[in-house]
């Protein structure tokens, strides 16, 4: 099994990978096909008109975590990687104004957000909480061509088909042409392989994404990860104000990081202050994300703070921390990260925020006992420390938003990711439960899970907090 660390790490906008840029890449793909010549169509048929509805834990929690602003902007020709946050309100008023999208390499079609864009709560789509459906009309609306997506979390889209295919094949299979030397595809081959080879585990991640790039390409791609992730953590510590979507959720990341760099420079004694520093470094994140900008999925968007406020707990507390260790931790909480993805999942929609902030602690836990010196098999104890903590975790998004309890819940994620790395290396590997098992049983726990707590805002907090 490989999936690439760069399939794990997405650079994209917020404030959902699953809900944002899911969909927006599910439109370039419909785009594409739209483009070229291998669908049927009648003779002299020209496509005049786009619709597009949305279905499941999208039509739910769409408005609040941007989803029809992502498929507008995505049927303009925009993807995640190339969207720029601070252009968006204007394209998004002139497809509104003008009822037309014009995407590059295409005629202008007709494109009404107000009726052409479906949030359908009462038809879910079955192969996928995160369903989405488009189509092509011609000038007479006759309908030329409809495509069925699934946003399966962390960014990842397929098609109806390809859902198909994975239900019939086992999971989503990257390595297909993909041949490396070290495919694990558990946790127990992969401490197998780790045995045999006398490697670690970011060295045999590495040999893998070597296969199908040079060692320039990785470390440089490796580096742009971290400096995304390190330009998202300073603007989060920079801006102050409220962030969008109604619930009046003020940013606290600046007025915290102030007080903290107070303290320090009054030389305050702080018993908790690694723990305040990487609340704060979550948060930032988050916020960031939470108000649309810039983030890396690490797995998804709505987990995007825990990896990058632990790795900057790393620099900041370790001396001996360098770029080089930086590197190990991405490649290492990537190997891990791809086991979880390749087992259970990494979509709140499918199995709450379990999967979400729980893949998330585990894989920096995995990343900082490696760069802490730890062997393959204390490296995944603190994966499983971490996870079988979060285990049974709701996804209850109040109001939709990626605001509450989000923000905070990546908070208390990077402080145990931490405290499962620094319990693991203090022992010797082994432990009661392995991460496979409890893996699997994060994959049990979703499918056992109420609709009403993955991620639709119809249970828990998105209820409660309203209520009281």
């Known amino acids: 099994m490989f999936l690439s660390v760069f399939d794990l790490f997405k650079i994209g906008i917020g404030p959902s990978s699953s809900h944002t840029m899911g969909p927006m890449t599910a439109a370039a793909r419909f785009l594409e096909e739209l483009r070229g010549d291998d669908w049927p169509r009648p003779v002299g048929a020209k496509v005049d008109r786009l619709s597009v509805s949305l279905h499941g834990s999208l039509a739910f929690t769409g408005i609040g975590h941007g989803t029809d602003r992502a498929v507008i902007l995505g049927l303009t020709g925009q993807t995640p990687v190339t969207v720029d946050p601070d252009a968006s309100e204007s394209v998004l008023a002139a497809v509104h104004e003008s009822r037309r999208v014009a995407p590059p390499g295409h005629p202008s079609y007709r494109f009404d ?87 670690s585990i970011a060295a045999m991640k590495r040999a893998n994404e070597e296969i199908h790039q040079s060692r320039e390409a990785l470390n440089e791609g490796l580096d742009g990860v971290w400096e995304a992730m390190r330009g998202c953590i300073e603007r989060g510590l920079s801006q102050e104000g409220i962030m969008p979507g109604g619930l009046k959720v003020k940013r606290r990341a600046r007025q915290l990081h102030d007080r903290l760099q107070d ?79 390749h087992n259970a999942s990494i979509s709140g929609a499918e199995v709450g925020c379990q999967g979400e902030v729980g893949s998330a602690s585990a894989m920096a836990a995995a990343g900082l006992c490696a760069v802490m010196g730890g062997t393959p098999e204390q490296v995944e104890n603190a994966a499983e420390i971490a996870l079988e903590h979060h285990l049974g975790m709701t996804c209850d998004p109040v109001g939709g938003l990626v605001q509450v309890p989000c923000i905070e819940r990546n908070a208390l994620g990077a402080v145990k990711a931490v405290t499962a790395a620094s319990l693991a290396i203090k022992g010797d590997g082994t432990h009661f439960v392995p991460l496979d098992a409890a893996i699997e049983t994060m994959r049990q726990t979703g499918l056992d899970m109420n609709e009403r707590y993955k991620e639709t805002s119809l249970g828990g907090l998105a209820v409660n907090v309203v209520e009281c």
């Open 263 to 341: 303290e320090w420079s009054r030389n305050r004694p702080n018993p908790l202050l690694a723990n305040d520093w990487l609340s704060i470094y979550a948060m930032a994140v988050n916020e960031e994300n939470a108000a649309g900008g810039r983030v890396v999925t690490a797995p998804t968007n709505g987990a995007a703070g825990v990896v990058p406020a632990v790795m900057r707990y790393w620099l900041h507390f370790h001396v001996e921390a360098d770029q080089d260790s930086i590197r190990d931790f991405l490649l290492t909480a990537a190997a891990v990260g791809g086991i979880i993805k």
């Open 113 to 199: 957000p107000k009726s052409d864009l479906v949030l359908d709560k009462k038809t879910p789509l079955p192969g996928h909480a995160n369903g989405m459906a488009f189509s092509a009309f011609d000038a007479d609306d006759r309908l030329l061509l409809r495509r069925i997506y699934y946003s399966i979390g962390g960014g990842f889209v397929v098609s109806d088909e390809e859902l198909q295919r994975m239900k019939a094949e086992g999971p989503l299979r990257q390595d297909v042409g993909k041949r490396v030397p070290y495919p694990f595809v558990n946790a127990r081959e992969m401490l197998a392989m780790a045995a045999r080879s006398g490697m």
